[in-house]
């Protein structure tokens, strides 16, 4: 949104890390087996969704789990690294799309929403900011009908 300026109208961004900060909530995740049997890699994957993505153990399906396997060894960033980074926020700060953020309830950064909220009201004095009940850092995978209620308002 930096880039492309007054061409981009609104910016939304969710469980968004790059922010700076503390983060809290966090459970113990577990390594990959880098020689596991495919039930070993998908029990794995199951346990670190639920200790840090998905709140709710009845929204981990198949397809979360394939995404989840997927997408898990193809990563390029050093996660932590990045998360606590300022990154993000350098880069909002660039931008002149209203800006937009929705969180899940349960997300890592649970204890520290104030501080969030006002980082982004610092950027933009008319965010928004959304915290989904019930939900964890995949709020838009957890909670997809509340959450593309919200996209459809903002970008109406």
Known sequence: A???????RTETIMGG?????KF?????????????TEEEMYAAH????????????AKLDALALYTQGQNAPRTRIRSPEHATSEKALVALRKATARLNSIWGEFDIIRPYFDHRRDLLAAIC?????HVIAG???WVQYEA???VN????????
Request: charged share 25%.
């Open 17 to 21: 890390s790059g922010l700076g900060g």
């Open 46 to 57: 199951r346990h670190n969704l639920l200790a840090f993505m998905i709140e709710d153990p």
């Open 2 to 8: 930096g880039i492309l300026g007054e061409r981009v």
């Open 135 to 137: 939900a964890g850092h």
């Open 125 to 129: 004095p008319d965010a928004e900011f």
């Open 149 to 156: 209620r919200l996209l459809r308002r903002f970008i109406a």
């Open 24 to 36: 809290g909530n966090l459970k113990p995740t577990v390594k990959l087996p880098l020689s596991g």
């Open 144 to 146: 997809a009908d509340e």
